[in-house]
């Protein structure tokens, strides 16, 4: 059975950080791409960052580059996320993602692209 657990959530002020961690079981996700996304009460759920399955290509969305830091593990099943200098809209529950394995190097945005999900882990910025 395949799982995805994240780990790391919290509550922090805002212009702190915090790290997520995602670890992925039950099948081989090595030549997985991964992501994050985020819902926020009342929105949709929103990607975050996404890498490729050997690190090469990232992607951040707007509202959190140059603060937000993706990461994957040696073995490939493991992935982290840095938040750096905190605001109070990146307050949500965050989800870890992982693609079919894939033969091509990409990292996508579109929730669509991607078949496993984790439970989720709730952040929350105070100001």
């Known amino acids: 059975q395949v799982q995805l657990v994240e780990s790391g959530g919290g509550t922090v002020q805002a212009g702190g950080s915090l790290r997520l961690s995602c670890v992925a079981s039950?099948?081989?996700?090595?030549?997985?791409?991964m992501g994050w996304f985020r819902q926020a009460p009342g929105k949709e759920r929103e990607f975050v960052a996404a890498?490729?399955?050997?690190?090469?290509?990232?992607r951040y969305a707007d509202s959190v580059k140059g603060r937000f830091t993706i990461s994957r593990g040696y073995a490939k099943e493991t992935m982290d996320l840095q938040l750096n200098s905190l605001k109070f809209e990146d307050t949500a529950v965050y989800y870890c993602?992982?693609?079919?394995?894939?033969?091509?190097?990409?990292?996508?945005?579109?929730?669509?692209?991607?078949?496993?999900w984790g439970q989720g882990t709730q952040v929350t910025v105070s100001e």
């Open positions: 993602a992982a693609t079919r394995p894939v033969s091509r190097t990409y990292a996508t945005p579109a929730s669509a692209n991607y078949e496993y």
């Open positions: 039950g099948r081989i996700f090595s030549n997985a791409a």
């Open positions: 890498i490729s399955w050997n690190s090469n290509i990232v």
